[in-house]
């Protein structure tokens, strides 16, 4: 009988590590096969989403439109207020070898105001230093508004922008009265 008490606690230490092991081994498997799963479910949400980079977009705040040797770049109105004044923003690219002038016109019947841009060079709308002002922009921060362009050698075009508030970077170009 002795010996029998001795054997007893020996085989549940046993008994007791080997389903130690075993429970171990199976939650290891769940483990394993609940990673799997979440790792397949979490791929799939790029399934249906286009990858950017197969997308040609302007990475800017305004729009572009090219007009023969003549280009137009990140073009936009900055303005507070509907019908108030406003700055006309952008880059001007003459990849040409003559020298362009541009009249551009914000909204119907807008006050055009001229810009010049050497033969292969490049002229910002408006800078720092200079503000290319318009006397009364046809919407408020948020809308859309369309500047007619037209100038020797690019002909004419138009050019739907939007209309941004001064904040930020663009306090600079804040319209005055």
């Keep these: 009988m002795h010996r029998r008490a001795l054997r007893t606690p020996h085989r549940r230490a046993t008994d007791t590590l080997s389903s ?3 429970l171990s081994s199976s939650l290891r498997t769940a483990t394993v096969a609940a990673a799997a799963v979440l790792a397949l479910g979490l791929s799939g949400c ?3 989403s286009p990858v950017q980079t197969d997308v040609d977009y302007p990475a800017a705040d305004g729009v572009g439109l090219s007009l023969g040797d003549v280009q137009l770049r990140n073009v936009a109105v900055v303005a507070t207020t509907k019908d108030g004044p406003g700055t006309l923003i952008g880059q001007v690219v003459n990849q040409g070898d003559q020298p362009a002038a541009l009249q551009l016109s914000v909204g119907e019947g807008g006050s055009p105001v001229s810009v010049e841009v050497p ?3 490049a002229t910002s709308i408006s800078s720092d230093a200079t503000k290319t002002s318009v006397p009364a922009v046809p919407g408020r921060p948020g809308d859309w508004v369309t500047v007619t362009i037209a100038g020797a050698p690019s002909g004419v075009g138009q050019l739907t922008v939007p209309v941004l508030s001064p ?4 306090e600079d170009y804040a319209p005055t009265s």
Excluded: C, W
């Excluded at 904040?167 to 663009?170: H, N, P, R, T």
């Design 46 to 48: 790029s399934l249906n």
């Design 20 to 22: 130690v092991i075993t």
């Design 167 to 170: 904040k930020d970077y663009l």
């Design 119 to 121: 033969a292969g060079g």
